[in-house]
């Protein structure tokens, strides 16, 4: 069974850049076949998309994310990796990593837990 | 962008009875909406796609329905592990994701 697992820094200070990386087990993200997503989850709120990556490295960002927003691959190390610069406290938010299906397009079937990320002096 | 409205916010019900939950897009979505389940602390399960269609290892009991603005998903009889937070998705246009709907034990 896949499986993803976000790692990274709780705490960014504002206007530094936020970085996080999900590793994936149980599965090759280079088999193709799946987009790899980032998803965040603002306190109490609900989910917003921020972009996917295919192993290929092709991308595609929300378009209100997208001038601040970059997604990588490490297909070496069966990785994907979120940066988002010049971060504030609206960006306080739980991070997921999550598997995005390609038939059909665009929905969500294996997510990490979760990493809660918190932007603060 | 497409907004997802869901109603009701919070819906309080009995294990054993029926849940309905709803969610209308701010324009068509066609059949391009999916359901998820939340639990705390946990994250979303996927539960249907497209509209009607039963993720791998999702129960009879849970189905949806609807075309077009307006979809329900509907829980034949609570189970106690059904109160969650639902929330619809759209692929239409984008991604977007409705605010939810609390389901809590009456």
């Known amino acids: 069974q896949v499986q993803l697992q976000e790692s990274g820094p709780g705490l960014v200070k504002p206007s530094q850049t936020l970085s996080l990386t999900c590793t994936v087990s149980?599965?090759?993200?280079?088999?193709?076949?799946?987009?790899w997503s980032w998803i965040r989850q603002l306190p109490g709120k609900g989910l917003e998309w921020i972009g996917y990556?295919?192993?290929?490295?092709?991308?595609y960002y929300s378009s209100s994310l997208k001038s601040r927003v970059t997604i990588s691959v490490d297909t070496s190390k069966n990785q994907f990796s979120l940066k988002l610069s010049s971060v504030t406290a609206a960006d306080t938010a739980v991070y997921y990593c999550?598997?995005?299906?390609?038939?059909?397009?665009?929905?969500?079937?294996?997510w990490g837990q979760g990493t809660l990320v918190t932007v603060s002096s | 962008e497409i907004v997802l409205t869901q109603s009701p916010a919070t819906l309080s019900l009995s294990p054993g009875e029926r849940a309905t939950l709803s969610c209308r897009a701010s324009?068509?979505?066609?059949?391009?909406l999916a359901w998820y389940q939340q639990k705390p602390g946990q994250a979303p399960r996927l539960l249907i796609y497209?509209?009607?269609n039963r993720a791998t290892g999702i129960p009879a009991r849970f189905s949806g329905s609807g075309s077009g603005t307006d979809f329900t998903l509907t829980i034949s009889s609570l189970e106690p592990e059904d109160f969650a937070v639902y929330y619809c998705?759209?692929?239409?246009?984008?991604?977007?994701f409705g605010q939810g709907t609390r389901l809590e034990i009456k």
């Open positions: 149980g599965g090759s993200i280079s088999s193709g076949g799946y987009y």
């Open positions: 324009q068509t979505v066609s059949n391009s």
């Open positions: 990556i295919y192993y290929s490295g092709s991308t």
């Open positions: 999550a598997r995005t299906m390609t038939s059909p397009l665009y929905y969500f079937d294996y």
């Open positions: 998705q759209q692929r239409s246009n984008w991604i977007t």
């Open positions: 497209d509209v009607s």
